[in-house]
Each structure stands twice: as C-alpha cells, then as structure tokens.
C-alpha cells in the first residue's frame, strides 16, 4: 500500500474502520456457515477492536493519525473559546504580519541577490575617510581611475564601471514632449559579465564602450518597455535624444535586471564611452561606482591589497594638482582608505539611508512579536489551568507525557498556521505599502518584493518558532500535571499565576522600549518639522525650466515677465534651483585679500524680487537692481556675517570670491537678510550664505548663456498646484526654446526632506500603538485571572467587611509591581541600546526625562485603564452567592 | 497441535504459498486451507491473521479486492503480486536451508 494511500487512509479513518469490521465480520460468517458455533467462533476470534487497531495501524501512518485526531480535537478547542482564540490569533497574525512585512523589505532592499549571474562574487570599491563630521565612506570614482584599477587586476577580476543612477530629460520627438526616466552609463562587457540576456534586439558588447562617443546606442530596461511602450518591439531601432545626443534603441534586457542600484528601477542604459569626454578623462570629477566580479577562486584580499596599491600611487598623482592643500588637509587626504564591500544584493544611496532606520523597524517588529507571544502564553496557560481537570483525566486513563505535549502542541500550531495565513495577508499588503513610504511618491522607490520561496520559508520558520515560544511553556506544564492532585482540585496555582506575572513584567518591558524608541522617533520628526527654514513655502510653486540651448538673461527675463501676466500669479523670480532641493553650489571667500577661508560659502543665483518672494527679511541694505550681475554685488545672510564680519552689518564692505583657478573677483555687499535654509541637511546648522545676481556675465562683460533655471511662483490661490498645468503650458508660449521638466510646490521639497524621520515616526507610532493595546490586554488578562481564581477568597473577604481600596489593592498589587519592574527593566535596557542609533535623533536625547516620562506615564495610564475591568468584577462578588456556589 | 505462527516467520510463508496456487481466497478460506493440507496439524490463530494479511498487503506481497458473493456479503480477496511471488521464493529458500541446518543438528548431535 502506497505512503499517499496511508495518508489518505488517515483522513478517511471511519470509513477504514468500516472496512475492517466488514472483512471480520464476513469471517466470522463464513466460520459460521461452515459449521461452527457462531459464540466459540466469536470467543475463539478474539476481541474485534484489538484486531481493528493492530489492522488499522499497519493500514495508515499511526503518528499522523493522532496529529489528525488532535487537530480536530484543537479545532473544537479553538471553536469553544472564540472570543479568546480570536484574540490570540489576530494578535499572533498582527505580529507575525508585521515581520513578514518587515523581512520582506529588508530582504529586498539589502539581502536578495541581484539576479545576475554569480552574484555572490559581486563586491564594490568604497572609500572611507574623515569629513566635516567625522568618519565618512563614498563610494564613488572617476573613471581614469577605473581604467587604471581595472588593468591592474586583471588577471583576478573583472572591474564594471557604473554611474549612478540619473533622472534625466529625454525625448521620442520635439523638445515639447520632454519626460523623465532613470539613465545610467554602464560599462559595455556589463551585461555579458552579469549573464543578462536580451528580450528583444541585443545588448551592449565591449565593443560598444570603446571609443568615445562613437556608439549612440541604447538598451531599456524590461520594466521601462512595458511601462513606456507597452512591450512593442518595433521600438528596437527607435531614435531617443538625451540632452544634445540622439540614442539608436539596440536593444530590451531581460526582465529579471533592473540594473543594480536596488531601489531604483533603471530605464536606459547608455555605454560609458558616450558620458561627456571631459568627465570621462576627469580624475577629479568622482561620479560613478566600481563594481568588481571577482574571477572563481580568487579571494576577496589579494585583489583588495592590490587596489590599495594602485589607489595610493593614484592619490599620489593627484595631490599635485592640488595646489591650496594645506598640510592637514593633505595628511586627512593620505588618510583615504580602500575597501572592497560585498555588493551581493547590489549598491544604492537608498540601502545606505535605510540600512538602521530598517534594523530599528526590525528591533521594534521583534519586540512586538515577543509580546504577542507572551500574550498568547499568558491566555493559553490561563487557559490550561481551566484545562488542568482534563489534562489530568487524559493521565489518568493513560496519555503519554508526550501525547499531551503534542496535544497541546498542535493546537498551539493550529493558531500559528491560521495566524501566519492572515499574517501573511497583512504583510502582502503592508510591505509595499510601507515601501511607498520610503520615496516621495513622485519618485517612489521601486522594490521587487515578489512572494517568493525565501518568503514562505520566513513565514514557516517564524511560524514554527512562535508556536514554540508560546506553546511549549503550556504544553509541558501541561504534560507535568499531578493527576491526583488535579482531579481533587488542588493543583499548585501559585506556580502558574507567577510564571504569568513574570510574562507581565517581559511585555510591559518591551512595550516601555517600543513606546520610548518610537517617541523619540516623533520628537525627532516633530523638531525637524518645526526647524524654522527662514523663509515662507506657502502657496510657491518651482517651476524647473531647460532650455534646448543655453539662453541670454534677456530671454530668461521675458518669460518672467510673460508669467507675471497670468492671472491668480501673486510674483515670479527666478533662481537656479529650488531652497531645499539638494542641489548646492559652494564657493571658497577671503576676506582683504587673505588666503581663502576654510569655511565654505554657499552660493545662490537669484533674480531681483526673490528675496521678498521668499519672504527673507532685509536687515539692511537693498536687493539686487536689474542691472546688476554676477559677480559684481551680493546679499549676505547671518551665518555670514557672524563668520566673516564678526556680526556686524556687512552691508558696503567688499569680499572677493576664489575661483578653483586662483582667480579672484571683488564683490560688493549690496544686502544684509536673516538666516534662510538653502540646503537640504535640516540637521545642519544653516551656513554662510552669499546671494549673488541671477544674470552674469564674463570678465569683459558679455552676458554669460544659461540653459537651466527656475522660474519661482507665488500665487494667490492657496493650492498653488492647481495653476501647474496652465503655467507649464505658459513658459514656452513665452519663448518656444524654454521647456519645463518639473514642477513642485516648496511645501512638497520641504516635506520630502523629512521624509525618513516621518516614516520612522509613522511606523513607531503604529507598532507602540500596537504594543500598547497588547499590554493592556496582557494585564487585563493577568488581573481578569487572578481575579477568578481568587473569588473565594475575594468573597470571604468582604464577607468579614473589607474596603474596597482593600479589595483592589489586594487584586492589582502585584500585577502592578510587574509593570513597575517591566517599565524599569525596559528604560535601563532603552538607555544602554539607544545610544547606538542616536544618530538618526535630532534634538532629543534618550536620557531626556522628558522622553522617559512619557512613556512612563502612558505604560502606567494604559495598566491602569486595563484594571478597572478586573478590579470592578472583584469588588461586585456577591459574598453570598459566591460562598453558596461553593 | 501447532500453531503456524509459533513457527517463527512462517505464517507468511505459508499464506504466500497457498495464495500462489490459489489465488483469491478470502481471510478464512486461507486460514482452513493452511489447516486441512496440513490435516490439523498447522492451526493459524484468527486474531493474528488479519493484521498479517494487511501488513503484507502494505508490503506490496499480496493485493485485495472487494466482491460481493451470491449471499449479498461481501468478501475481501487476496492474491498475490509479483513482489509477492519474489518474496515467497525468498522465503521458501530460507525455510529450506533452516530445516537442512535443524535436520543436521538432529542427525549429528
């Protein structure tokens, strides 16, 4: 008989009976029919029932039989105590959804092997060195460096050049029909290195990132051809224009490759010949990463000494160009360090921003599922002293210790497997959802969170692991039942409600450090938020235009003006780039003729009426006229002047601006204005600011071209978004050559700098909200219990006239020494931990009293609000009825 | 009298052998044969048979099949298969060479 047909057996046990009873009992008819008396036939057969179960156990799989048995006996058990089933599963599936949800992220942005071939082999070149704040690692290269790394390990790995990925403005037709997408230069042996095939036409070969701007080609990403084209194939051979530069369209790569920026979903590749030659030959400009496929059988650190190497003699190159370093900028410089990381599940800016804020989200999903399982333990041994009569019968009629464990066990399982369903319903939900959190939603990020095997085998382990967690406990108190005892009623109730407080004390512990993590997290956001920028982002709107040519000022000026024209416009200026956008332009100043200042200046293009469009206040002075271009005048903020001018007003004085050359050109202070934020760090101070005239012209006076700008709205309608399309439309009406290629309310930049700590909170304040009720519903439980077993008492006692307060006290007292030594516990371990992620805090300390008492206070409020239930039933026990009922 | 499964291991030779020259029998006809070739000297035991019948049947030796006779009742056949045929011949050679080695020890002690 057959495994599958055993195991079918075990599911059709009746009917299996049925058929051995029908084939004994046609023996002992035909006994009888042969002659003999049916009661010595009978009697000379046997009992029925052994004969049934020693045939019965050859005929099916007899472990699997009792699991059988004990699932549908679980499920009657589950059946019976709804309301507290529920609870224990929802709570579970809450949990375990939200570790799903939580490795699903975690695994997609930093652990899940980029599907290219031999990914494990895959590292990156890093660098680590000091920066203003201390330690700092980059990750970027220039590309004569790459050429020299690459010859000189040649023979141990193969180097790919990739620069990072870019949102560039591209077109299929005119200038009018300007979109956006995701471009990087990759090296041309990349995809042949990686093992990627095309779909459609062929990809990139060595031969088309040889000479420079010889090969116009480009290959699309899967995900963009069936976003952009809907899977045609006639695209091969289509013409893309790039800036200045026609692309041929070669070819689509294979679905699963979405480049290696993780993330970031990239929808052009472009050779690396083809980026402009001067950054190409540029050994300064660092702007792409080195991946390295180490060849089979090389280690990690001969070729890691060997770049060292290489890297050195470069820098020692490159300091001689160098000519304003001074010593101990040199000696930092020397100090440079190479690393070889690991670059398995590729590289990107959003696995460096989000690795901790992750980890954290991890720690506090971990916590919140160790409180889920102490809950459900709680219940389940709550409900095993009610089940302790039944334990004991089962003893007594002779269960095996081990039956009874895995009676206990399976249904234990039976609420994980139901609780992992709905959890990983949750979690097919909640990762995207909180991936759509990560990125400003015009830009999301774009994960592959498929639900795959590693997914599943999550779930299963994590499953499996809880069930233990939470059902071993009273599986083997359960099986460690004294029948006697039991059966007589006096089974040791001491023991089991103090394994229940301490369970009490472990939950509110973590609850004190969820909840405390995650206020520090909503302060932190709180204070960023509520950091004064210096300037008002009501009602603006930054309208980013390009040009298909660099344009004179006069033209930039006249779509100004055309734009001042449409109605609901309050003002225009114009300015590089939007405050806030992480764009910055620094430039080092001297003072008198002095050497250049260490400190660097942050420099801004900004047309006349900017400063009051952006409502940053004059101190003295005046604004820029029209006439006046860069660099002949300036408007300094503060920072400046407490820099540079010791505090005092600047306005009059002179400075002179070093170019990278050496030469310098004076510039004269027409303006004095408070502080205003330009860049996009709100966790650094604001820093010396010099405003300079958005028109500029060269050292004999010609107007300089401009092919980039930002024309700044202010309207009067408080959504400023409504005028977009109409202003889009405006700008090249004005002058056919301008284009727009985003538009963004200030409001919108200045959220999306926050956007990590605003995740952080949400999702802190999700899980202590979490946390919360699961505490309140672990000492309402606790008290509820003890409430119960204690009636008698309870009664008696008031019987003998004792006080309310008595009652209460008597009922909560040591429930709430467990919160007390929980929250305890809890903030010694949150301000030992805590110190190691103090730096995504901003302004707040864990050892703020203030962030501790909120906590504090909301642990206890929640206890509190948990015990009026438990200590009301306690106080309203009728002494008559309850001694009666005895 | 004995009992055949006091003779250890040999119920399933037997209940092969006679399978293999008469297929389809039920549980007591197997049980009468085993005693009238014998004539009563084998008496096979009621109470084992069945879960011997059913854990050769899980053995893959013997297969079973449902009828229903003229009296309305229906009985289980049994028959052999050809792992069946493979074991009795394994068995059979066994058997052999354990009553060689006991008649030696008889004829030589």
């Avoid at chain 1, 080609?217 to 051979?237: E, I, M, N, Q």
């Avoid at chain 2, 011997?52 to 893959?60: F, I, K, T, V």
């Amino acid at each position: 008989m057959s495994l599958w047909k055993r195991m079918a057996n075990v599911v059709r046990g009746e009917r299996l009976n049925r058929e051995i009873d029908e084939e004994l009992e046609s023996h002992i008819e035909e006994a009888i029919a042969h002659g003999r008396d049916p009661v010595e036939a009978r009697r000379a057969f046997g009992s029925a029932l052994r004969h049934r179960e020693g045939s019965r156990d050859v005929r099916l799989i007899a472990w699997l039989e009792s699991l059988r048995a004990d699932s549908v006996f679980g499920w009657r058990q589950l059946n019976k105590t709804k309301i507290t089933s529920a609870a224990a599963i929802l709570s579970l599936a809450l949990g375990i959804g939200a570790s799903t949800a939580g490795f699903r992220l975690i695994d997609a942005l930093l652990l899940r092997p980029l599907p290219v071939a031999n990914a494990e082999r895959l590292h990156v070149i890093a660098f680590e060195g000091t920066g203003p704040n201390g330690k700092m690692t980059y990750d970027s290269c220039s590309y004569p460096m790459f050429r020299q790394m690459r010859a000189d390990v040649k023979e141990q790995a193969e180097l790919i050049a990739v620069s990072y990925a870019d949102r560039l403005d591209l077109t299929y037709g005119s200038d009018q029909e300007m979109e956006r997408e995701y471009v990087q230069f990759i090296s041309g042996w990349m995809f042949s290195a990686f093992g990627v095939k095309p779909a459609v036409g062929r990809l990139f070969s060595a031969d088309d990132d040889g000479e420079p701007g010889a090969h116009a080609y480009a290959v699309l990403s899967h995900d963009y051809w069936t976003r952009r084209f809907g899977k045609d194939p006639a695209v091969v051979g289509r013409t893309v224009r790039i800036g200045e530069t026609p692309y041929q369209i070669i070819g689509v790569a294979e679905k699963r490759f979405t480049g290696t920026e993780t993330g970031t979903s990239i929808g052009i590749f472009l050779p690396m010949a083809m980026k402009n030659p001067q950054t190409l030959e540029s050994w300064n400009n660092f702007w792409m990463r080195t991946f390295i496929q180490l060849k089979p059988g090389v280690a990690v650190e001969p070729v890691q000494e060997r770049l060292r190497a290489t890297f050195h003699a470069i820098q020692e190159e490159r300091v001689k160009t160098f000519l304003t370093l001074t010593p101990q900028q040199k000696e930092l410089f020397f100090k440079e360090k190479l690393l070889v990381d690991t670059a398995a599940a590729g590289r990107s800016n959003l696995q460096r921003d989000y690795k901790r804020p992750l980890g954290i989200l991890a720690v506090l999903v971990a916590l919140v599922l160790l409180i889920v399982c102490a809950n459900v333990a709680n219940l389940m041994t709550a409900q095993a002293a009610a089940r302790a009569r039944e334990m004991a019968l089962r003893v007594a009629i002779g269960a095996g210790r081990w039956r009874l464990v895995q009676l206990v066990l399976v249904e234990s399982s039976l609420r994980a497997f139901l609780a992992a369903i709905l959890g990983g319903l949750f979690a097919w939900w909640a990762a995207p959802c909180v991936a759509g959190m990560i990125n400003p939603p015009d830009d999301p990020a774009r994960l592959s969170l498929p639900a795959d095997w590693r997914v599943f085998g999550f779930v299963a382990m994590l499953s499996a692991g809880v069930t233990l967690l939470f059902g071993l406990a009273p599986a083997l108190k359960a099986s460690a039942v004294r029948p006697a005892s039991a059966l007589k009623g006096g089974e040791n109730l001491v023991v089991r409600g103090r394994l229940m407080h301490v369970l009490v004390a472990v939950q509110v512990a973590f609850c004190f450090l969820v909840l405390f993590v995650a206020g520090l997290f909503v302060a932190t956001f709180d204070r960023l938020t509520h950091e004064t920028t210096g300037f008002s982002a009501e009602r603006v709107l930054n309208l980013e235009a390009v040009t298909h040519q660099a344009q004179p000022p006069a033209f930039w000026e006249q779509v100004e003006e055309h734009l001042r024209e449409v109605p609901e416009v309050e003002s225009v200026a114009m300015t590089t780039w939007p405050l806030m956008s992480g764009e910055s332009w620094v430039g080092e100043i001297s003072i008198g003729g002095a050497a250049p200042s260490d400190v660097l200046t942050d420099l801004l293009a900004v047309s006349p009426g900017w400063m009051e469009e952006m409502r940053i206040p004059f101190l003295d002075g005046r604004d820029f006229r029209r006439e006046e271009t860069y660099p002949n005048a300036a408007i300094v903020n503060q920072a400046f002047a407490n820099q540079f001018f010791r505090g005092e007003d600047p306005v009059g004085k002179r400075f002179e601006m070093v170019a990278s050359s050496g030469g310098r050109s004076s510039v004269e202070i027409a303006g004095f204005v408070k502080d205003a934020r330009s860049r996009d760090n709100l966790r650094l101070p604001i820093r010396p600011t010099a405003y300079v005239p958005f028109s500029a012209v060269d050292a004999a006076g010609t107007p300089q071209l401009r092919g980039r700008g930002t024309f700044v709205v202010r309207t009067h309608s408080a959504n400023p978004l409504a005028l977009a399309s109409l202003l889009r439309q405006e700008v090249p009406r004005a002058r056919p050559e301008f284009y727009v290629n985003n538009i963004r309310t200030q409001a919108e930049i200045n959220l999306a700098r926050t956007f990590r700590e605003r995740l952080l909170a949400v999702l802190g304040l999700f899980f202590a909200g979490v946390a919360l009720l699961l505490g309140g519903v672990g000492v309402y439980g606790v008290l509820h219990y003890s409430v119960l077993q204690r009636k008698r008492e309870i009664g008696i006692r008031i019987a003998v006239g004792a006080q309310v307060g008595v009652i209460a006290r008597l009922v909560t007292v040591d429930a709430f020494l467990m919160v007390v030594i929980g929250a305890v516990a809890g903030l010694a371990v949150g301000m030992v931990s805590l110190r190691f992620i103090e730096s995504l805090f901003y302004q707040v300390r864990a050892t703020d009293w203030t962030m501790m008492a909120f906590p504090w206070a909301v642990v206890l409020l929640t206890a509190l609000a948990a015990a009026i239930a438990p200590v009301m039933r306690a106080v309203r026990i009728d002494p008559v009825e309850m001694l009666r009922a005895e | 009298m004995a009992k055949a499964d006091s003779l250890q291991g040999s119920m399933d030779l037997l209940v092969l052998k006679i399978l293999s020259r008469r297929p389809g029998l039920h549980g007591y006809a197997i049980m009468t044969a085993i005693q009238d070739i014998s004539g009563e000297v084998l008496r096979v035991e009621e109470g084992s048979l069945y879960p011997a019948l059913h854990r050769m049947e899980e053995a893959g030796w013997i297969r079973a099949e449902w009828i229903t006779k003229d009296t309305g009742r229906r009985a289980r056949l049994y028959e052999l298969t050809a792992a069946g045929k493979k074991q009795l011949g394994a068995e059979e050679s066994r058997w052999q060479a354990v009553t060689l080695a006991v008649n030696r020890v008889l004829r030589e002690a």
